[in-house]
């Protein structure tokens, strides 16, 4: 069965890093492309990047483009979001995401909190 399992998340001061984890099971990891997405208290859930199976090619909403970066690991079955410069609005908990197999699989997310 897919299952995804987020880490990497804290608290943070504004212009600190993180680096997000989602490591992936019960399917062919190197098989499908995988996003991040966000979602802060009472806000709609937004994906914040994208990567394709080969990681050659991925994809950034505006508010985190060079600042967020989207990376794979096919032999670890892992997907990274390393997170620079990080901002108060960049609060959230942060889900990864993978269409599989008819149905949209989600991880059950990283709390991530930049506050001074």
């Known amino acids: 069965q897919a299952h995804l399992a987020e880490s990497g998340g804290g608290s943070v001061q504004p212009g600190e890093s993180l680096k997000l984890s989602c490591v992936v099971s019960?399917?062919?990891?190197?098989?499908?492309?995988f996003s991040w997405y966000r979602q802060a208290p009472g806000k709609e859930r937004e994906q914040v990047a994208r990567?394709?199976?080969?990681?050659?090619?991925?994809d950034y909403a505006d508010p985190v483009k060079g600042r967020f970066t989207i990376s794979r690991d096919n032999a670890k079955d892992t997907v990274y979001l390393e997170m620079n410069n990080l901002k108060p609005e960049d609060t959230a908990m942060y889900y990864c995401?993978?269409?599989?197999?008819?149905?949209?699989?989600w991880g059950e997310g990283t709390q991530v909190t930049v506050s001074s």
């Open positions: 990567i394709n199976i080969y990681g050659t090619i991925m």
């Open positions: 019960g399917f062919p990891f190197k098989k499908y492309g």
């Open positions: 995401y993978v269409y599989y197999n008819g149905e949209d699989r």
